[in-house]
């Protein structure tokens, strides 16, 4: 298996553009979790998915923060308009069928986004 | 409001010696505990766990230590080596079900040959 999928690796914009940051989970997998990685907070959970289906959205910090997951491979982190706050690593990660959410998870590389 | 707390952003150990990452936590609803290792450019990798009713788990040169009436785990890494130089972080879960895994900030562990 190619494990989760994240891209772009990196992502530079300019404040005030739209992001999208795309992730495709590990086959099989019906959990779904986007995380923001700053050296403030360390890890912190920004909203997940099970079964395609948001689940808990109380980490994504503003409206400006959206995500959607149309199907069971796919899934999008959008920011509009960014900031440059919101500089930092998002990592998308999936946890696998018959397993509970708090099972160990598995992370893609992560996005690097960089808003100037 | 950190439920999960790695108060030592960094570590340095000579290569051969004993690496001890600590862990404290303030949800006493917690019940299984994680390390995930993290090297630059690469999502975090699940390195060992422990459950609640445990108070000790081994894998080779790494083992978890639990104290559950301090709330507090540790990482030991005997011996430490080069490669172990990563981010280490903590994680843990509540017992009420599928909720999903509180991280701390991460240890930055540097082995020096």
């Known amino acids: 298996d190619a494990g989760v999928i994240q891209s772009p690796r990196h992502e530079v914009t300019e404040m005030g553009q739209e992001v999208t940051l795309r992730c495709k989970p590990i086959s099989g997998h019906d959990y779904l979790f986007w995380y923001r990685q700053t050296m403030m907070r360390g890890l912190e959970l920004l909203i997940y998915?099970?079964?395609?289906?948001?689940?808990?959205d109380s980490g994504m910090p503003e409206d400006r923060f959206s995500a959607k997951m149309p199907n069971a491979s796919f899934s999008t982190l959008k920011i509009q308009p960014s900031e440059p706050r919101d500089s930092a690593v998002y990592f998308c990660?999936?946890?696998?069928?018959?397993?509970?959410?708090?099972?160990?998870?598995?992370f893609g590389s992560g996005t690097q986004l960089s808003v100037l | 409001d950190q439920q999960v707390k790695q108060n030592s952003p960094s570590l340095s150990v000579q290569e051969g010696r004993i690496s001890i990452l600590n862990c404290d936590y303030t949800n006493s609803m917690f019940d299984y505990f994680l390390w995930y290792k993290k090297y630059p450019a690469e999502g975090p990798t699940f390195l060992i766990s422990i459950s609640s009713i445990k108070d000790k788990n081994e894998d080779g040169r790494f083992t978890v230590f639990l104290n559950k009436s301090a709330k507090h785990l540790s990482l030991h890494i005997v011996p430490s080596q080069p490669g172990d130089s990563a981010v280490y972080f903590c994680?843990?879960?509540?017992?009420?079900?599928?909720?999903?895994?509180?991280f701390g900030k991460g240890t930055r562990l540097s082995v020096i040959a």
């Open positions: 990660a999936s946890s696998g069928i018959y397993r509970g959410a708090n099972e160990k998870l598995f």
């Open positions: 998915f099970n079964n395609n289906v948001p689940i808990d």
């Open positions: 994680a843990a879960r509540k017992n009420s079900g599928n909720t999903p895994l509180v």
